[in-house]
Every structure is written in structure tokens, then in C-alpha cells.
């Protein structure tokens, strides 16, 4: 079946950066496209930034310019890179997908941005 399992939260400084990774697996990961949302505490969950399976790529309003995904289809795996990261990104950051039309989601994986 299908598994997204997503790694590199963690706690950063106003300004630094992480890169998310999430490794798929369970279907033909190159032919289909991911996605990259985050929820924060007490908000609804919001689509980050999403590629397609040609590469085409859009972002929320509020990141363009700091984050970017990519995708390696050899390893399954979507990155997300986050740069100049700010307080209002922390988030739990959830890897989905959605072959079948059927949507999937990662465990999730928590990004704190604090002093």
C-alpha cells in the first residue's frame, strides 16, 4: 500500500534552514504529483508548495522565494528546502500525495522556528 513516511523537523533559529525529506513508497512514485502542506496549532492545514510529475512547481504566497521542492524519482523521495526560516512556518509538515485519486499522508514531522 501506499506509504509516505516524512524526516527533518526540528527546532531551528529565526533565519536558519531545514531540509524535509519523504520517501514514498507502495506505487509509481514518478508519474504522479507531491505535495508539501503544514498545519500549525489551532489553524487549518495549508498546501506549502507542490510539484508535479513533470516538475512544474507552485508555492504558497507566503514562502515564495525562501522554500523549494524538488523531487528525486530514482529515490522515491520529495524534498522541501527551507530557507530564512521565520516563527509563523512552525508547523507540523505533512508529505502527501494522491494516486487513484485518492489522498495520502505522511506521519508528519514537526518544525519549531524559535530563539
Known amino acids: 500500500q501506499v506509504q509516505l513516511v516524512e524526516s527533518g523537523g526540528g527546532l531551528v533559529q529565526p533565519g536558519g534552514s531545514l531540509r524535509l525529506s519523504c520517501l514514498a513508497s507502495?506505487?509509481?512514485?514518478?508519474?504522479?504529483?507531491m505535495a508539501w502542506y503544514r498545519q500549525a496549532p489551532g489553524k487549518q492545514r495549508e498546501l506549502v508548495a507542490r510539484?508535479?510529475?513533470?516538475?512544474?512547481?507552485n508555492y504558497l504566497d507566503s514562502v515564495k522565494g525562501r522554500f523549494t521542492i524538488s523531487r528525486d524519482n530514482a529515490k522515491n523521495t520529495v524534498y522541501l528546502q527551507m530557507n530564512s526560516l521565520k516563527p509563523e512556518d512552525t508547523a507540523v509538515y505533512y508529505c502527501?500525495?494522491?494516486?487513484?485519486?485518492?489522498?495520502?499522508w505522511g506521519q508528519g514531522t514537526q518544525v519549531t522556528v524559535s530563539s
Open positions: 502527501n500525495t494522491n494516486p487513484g485519486l485518492k489522498n495520502y
Open positions: 510539484i508535479t510529475a513533470g516538475g512544474n512547481t
Open positions: 507502495g506505487y509509481i512514485f514518478s508519474i504522479y504529483a
